[in-house]
């Protein structure tokens, strides 16, 4: 009994912290006092556009105030070098010509990888790559000891392509990328894959992650209008982010780590929804940053294979699951019907 008080007291001890990390908001909670747990550190930035090296300098000091606060895992957004496409395409192809990763390994391995050591021990950021024709790969990488974030298998490209994109960027097709650590398996998706509840169910299923990191530059505005009931939205898209990751991590009983864009495309005005944050397996939102202004979030300790225990041991939907449905042979699928 005395144990179980003392993990509800634990639990419940959500220390808050905020303070100016230079132009950043810090916000800082601990989910728990277990210092072998890992420490989370999620930008919620703006990438410029177009200014690679503002971003850069962006990067580098997120890191250091992540660093200051004892983070064990950085996570960057979506296009967090390059910044967002526009309309433009000659003067869009001309800059993001410029960001390729290609372009800018000497400053990852000059400027990211010294950062890793005991403490800090892997980097999550996004940016463009040379494709196989004209466009360009939408890639996520693992800066970390013993990942080499140009090889193939330390990288996830995206796979669900909006409008826009498509004019630039080509699809990873069947690609994803589950990175192991005493923490937990992290499975990966970019921006819109997080609809495609196939991919969530292929992770959870047949990898079996234990976290999603959600890289993002998920927009805000878009309406909806139910005038007969009196409803509607001008920001559905933004809404529609707050109540998708929730989802996610419920339906699958998985941590969902979402890490996006926040602010105006200093080209076309667009607006990114910001809420960058950490849902629990139960679905639950621990920590959510701002929609409007920068912020770097710290969360403390979290036990991300303890906590998923907990939600087993009320109800395991994976238990369930392999009860009624049958993987097929050769394939990331399953079935329900006898052969």
């Known amino acids: 009994m005395a144990e179980n008080e003392d993990l509800m007291k634990t639990m419940s001890e959500i220390m808050r912290s905020e303070s100016k990390g230079g132009e950043f908001r810090v916000t800082e909670r601990y989910f728990s006092n ?31 105030i992540f660093k200051e606060k004892g983070v064990n895992l950085a996570i960057f957004p979506e296009f967090c070098l390059s910044g967002y496409f526009w309309e433009d395409e000659e003067e869009c192809w001309r800059y993001m010509d410029q960001a390729v990763i290609e372009n800018h390994t000497h400053w990852v391995n000059d400027n990211l990888k010294p950062l890793i050591d005991n403490k800090l021990r892997s980097i999550v950021f996004n940016n463009i790559r040379k494709g196989t024709g004209r466009k360009y790969f939408n890639s996520t990488y693992v800066v970390s000891a013993i990942h080499n974030f140009l090889e193939p298998q330390d990288r996830y490209d995206k ?123 139960s679905g639950l939102l621990l920590l959510q940053a701002s929609h409007v202004n920068e912020e770097l979030l710290v969360i403390h300790n979290v036990d991300i294979l303890g906590q998923r225990k907990v939600e087993a041991d009320d109800f395991n939907y994976t238990l369930d699951f392999d009860s009624i449905y049958r993987p097929i042979h050769g394939k990331r699928a399953f079935t329900r019907i006898d052969d």
């Open 34 to 64: 277990d210092e072998e747990h890992p420490s989370i550190g999620i930008a919620n930035i703006h990438p410029v556009v177009p200014d690679i090296e503002a971003n850069k300098a962006k990067m580098l000091r997120s890191l250091e």
């Open 159 to 281: 796979i669900f392509l909006p409008n826009l994109e498509r004019k630039y960027t080509e699809t990873g097709k069947d690609d994803r990328l589950v990175a192991k650590s005493r923490f937990g398996q992290i499975g990966f998706t970019t921006c819109y894959d997080i609809l495609f509840s196939q991919l969530l169910l292929e992770y959870s299923k047949i990898d079996r992650v234990d976290v999603i990191i959600e890289i993002a530059s998920w927009r805000a505005m878009s309406a909806r209008d139910y005038p007969g009931m009196n409803v509607g939205t001008d920001t559905y898209y933004g809404r529609l982010w707050d109540m998708l990751l929730p989802a996610t991590a419920a339906m699958n009983q998985i941590w969902v780590i979402a890490c996006n864009t926040v602010g105006r495309h200093e080209i076309t005005g667009a607006r990114f929804w910001g809420g960058s944050g950490l849902w629990a397996p």
